[in-house]
């Protein structure tokens, strides 16, 4: 387990044992991409990859981050953090982001550890962030609930580390609960939970994928240009996942920007469409998936040739009855729906064909849909006053 991981690193790291060991889960998203940072729905799964955080106080002013796979140990000021590039900048921005709510910085120690892949669009950042601020929200005394820890954590990735995403990542990793997908309404950031019985297979491409270089920040561009073309005919539409297809039409754009947009709109359109299969099936949307995918791939161009390989193989598998990439894409992972069975017949026949092709080995997994953040260790004597007791041990 990660948790048990993180705290080895923190004893190996520091000498002692953590106070407090904290995890978050990485996510797929079943359908909705590029549709949370305009204002739209998403339905992403919490995964049973975690990623754990574990804290102590500092023996110094300076609090001091390391982790299981790196032997380099940052060093940051809790209270003005300068941005480094590192990857503890997550840790260092949500602690800065706690602050605002309420939860005075203070020198900690941090080791982290971790079951979800970086660079797989499994959102490895969000888990890192949402998984810190449980950690020092229950170090502090655990005075915040999961909807504003989440949006704690979103705030470290959009303000410090400067990704302009949307809340789905933040919200599942923190909101999540076994057996269930999440509904996020993103204009008004309300979350329900939708029964899901399905197991789906994630595959990743190992194509490296980073939102920071990748044209995610051109695409959300062509977005915010797109609705204020539709805003100069129609004021009234406020997020660009709520406008008709008929309004991006009507409205004065680039072919470019309107195909972004049609996706948008359509996207939206399928989430609701995909959210009332499963409630009257329990089934995810095998048609709902394919189109969704060829969306990203022609309309929004966030595909590969990778991703594509994959979802062709999946659409001629029996048993397998959708598929489509999953977390912006640029590379990363794609995922299957169907039975188990014939999941994982194609996982093991994609890997020596995919490996033969594109010159490296794939990796996947199967899961279910998993619980959100949680406090897994939590010591006497914290700050704050908080109860001794020990958590998922």
Not at 60 to 76: K, M, N, W, Y
Not at 84 to 102: E, I, N, Q, R
Request: aromatic fraction near 6%; proline fraction near 5%.
């Amino acid at each position: 387990m990660s948790a048990e991981r993180a705290a080895a690193t923190y004893r190996r790291a520091f000498g002692e044992d953590p106070a407090v060991v904290a995890s978050a889960p990485g996510r797929v998203n079943l359908i909705g991409e590029h549709t949370d940072y305009n204002g739209g729905d998403v339905l992403p799964m919490a995964l049973s990859l975690r990623t754990s955080v574990a804290v102590g106080p500092s023996t110094d002013a300076l609090s001091h981050a390391v982790s299981e796979q790196s032997p380099r140990v940052g060093a940051f000021s809790p209270t003005g953090p300068s941005r480094s590039s590192a990857w503890w900048d997550y840790v260092a921005g949500t602690m800065l982001a706690l602050g605002t709510a309420g939860v005075a910085p203070r020198p900690l120690r941090i080791a982290v550890a971790s079951d979800v892949p970086s660079g797989a669009g499994l959102s490895s950042s969000a888990a890192l962030e949402v998984a810190t601020a449980f950690a020092l929200n229950a170090w502090s005394g655990g005075g915040l609930d999961a909807r504003t820890l989440a949006r704690v954590a979103h705030r470290a990735e959009t303000e410090f580390v400067g990704v302009p995403c949307g809340i789905m990542d933040q919200y599942v990793s923190s909101l999540a609960r076994e057996g269930h997908a999440l509904l996020v309404a993103c204009d008004r950031e309300e979350a329900t939970l939708v029964p899901m019985a399905a197991t789906v297979l994630i595959f990743d491409t190992r194509t490296p994928r980073s939102l920071r270089t990748s044209a995610f920040a051109q695409r959300r561009h062509e977005c915010e240009i797109a609705l204020r073309a539709i805003q100069r005919n129609e004021p009234a539409v406020r997020w660009l996942s709520r406008a008709s297809e008929e309004q991006v039409r009507r409205a004065t754009m680039d072919e470019i920007v309107r195909k972004r947009a049609l996706h948008v709109v359509r996207e939206t359109a399928r989430v609701a469409a995909c959210v009332r299969t499963l409630r009257e099936t329990g089934r995810l949307a095998g048609d709902s998936m394919y189109a969704s995918h060829a969306s990203l791939r022609d309309d929004y161009q966030c595909s590969t040739p990778e991703l594509d390989w994959f979802v062709d193989r999946a659409q001629e598998t029996r048993g397998v009855t959708g598929a489509r990439l999953t977390g912006a894409g640029w590379g990363g992972c794609a995922i299957a729906a169907g039975a188990p069975g014939p999941l994982r017949q194609l996982a093991d026949s994609a890997m020596e064909p995919f490996a033969t092709q594109y010159r490296r080995r794939p990796r996947f997994w199967m899961s279910a849909a998993s619980d959100g953040a949680r406090v897994d260790v939590l010591r006497e004597n914290l700050v704050g006053g908080a109860t001794a007791m020990t958590l998922n041990p």
